[in-house]
C-alpha cells in the first residue's frame, strides 16, 4: 500500500488566493482527518469524515476553510481566501475503525501564504 | 476534559541514555493510548500503544507505562540514539472516537 498521499508538498500563495489541497487515503479506510500543525498551537484537528460525510468541523478555524470527500478515495481541503497566518504544515490521516492500530499520515503539505 | 496533558517540552538526552516522556489525561473513557514519532518533513507515525488493561508494554527499546489510577502514561526510550531525534506525540481516545494529542516533545540525543 502507498499509504496516504497528500499533494502538493509544497505550496507558495499570495495573501487573498484560493489554495486547494489534496490528499487520497489508504484504500478501505473508513475515516479520513485532516490537521494543521504549527511550531504555537501543535496539531489541530480541523475536521473528519467517517465514510464521506463529515462527523465533526468543529475545528475548521473560519469560514473560509471548507473540505469535502466526494468519494471514499480522495478528500479536498481548501482555504479562500488564504491569509498569512494559514501558513503551516496540514496533514491528512486514515483509519480503519476497530484495525486498532491508530491512523496512518501522509507527509503533509507546507503552506506559506505570502 | 478531552484533554492530554504531555511533558517535558523538549528534552535533551546523550547517546545511550534513557528518554522518558509523561501524558497525563482527566478522561476516564479512553481506552486507547499510541505514541507518536514525527521526523523533520515527515508526518507523524504509530510508534507504539496500549490500552488500559496492561500496565506496561515493550516493543525493542520503546516501553509505554501505564498507571490507571493516575491517569498518566509515559514512553521510555533506551539505550537512546541520535536516530531517534524526533518530535513525540502522546495520544488517546475512547471506542469509536477521534484521537486527543499531546502537545509534542521534541527529543534530540546527543552523540
Known amino acids: 500500500d502507498a499509504g496516504v498521499i497528500q499533494s502538493p508538498r509544497h505550496e507558495v500563495t499570495e495573501m487573498g488566493q484560493e489554495v486547494t489541497l489534496r490528499c487520497k487515503p489508504i484504500s478501505g479506510h473508513d475515516y479520513l482527518f485532516w490537521y494543521r500543525q504549527t511550531m504555537m498551537r501543535g496539531l489541530e484537528l480541523l475536521i473528519y469524515f467517517n465514510n464521506n460525510v463529515p462527523i465533526d468541523d468543529s475545528g475548521m478555524p473560519e469560514d473560509r476553510f471548507s473540505a469535502k470527500m466526494p468519494n471514499a478515495s480522495f478528500s479536498t481541503l481548501k482555504i479562500q481566501p488564504s491569509e498569512p497566518r494559514d501558513s503551516a504544515v496540514y496533514f491528512c490521516a486514515s483509519s480503519l475503525v476497530g484495525q486498532g492500530k491508530g491512523y496512518t499520515f501522509g507527509s503533509g503539505t507546507r503552506l506559506t501564504v505570502v | 476534559q478531552q484533554q492530554v496533558k504531555q511533558s517535558p517540552q523538549s528534552l535533551i538526552v546523550q547517546k545511550g541514555g534513557i528518554s522518558i516522556i509523561n501524558c497525563a489525561y482527566e478522561n476516564t473513557a479512553f481506552d486507547y493510548f499510541p505514541w507518536y514519532q514525527q521526523f523533520p518533513g515527515k508526518g507523524p507515525a504509530l510508534l507504539i500503544a496500549?490500552?488500559?488493561?496492561?500496565s506496561e508494554k515493550k516493543e525493542g527499546r520503546f516501553t509505554i507505562s501505564f498507571n490507571k489510577s493516575a491517569k498518566q502514561f509515559s514512553l521510555h526510550i533506551m539505550d537512546s540514539q541520535p536516530g531517534d531525534s524526533a518530535t513525540y506525540f502522546c495520544?488517546?481516545?475512547?471506542?469509536?472516537?477521534?484521537?486527543?494529542f499531546g502537545e509534542g516533545t521534541q527529543l534530540t540525543v546527543n552523540p
Open positions: 495520544a488517546a481516545k475512547t471506542s469509536g472516537s477521534r484521537l486527543t
Open positions: 496500549i490500552r488500559p488493561d496492561v
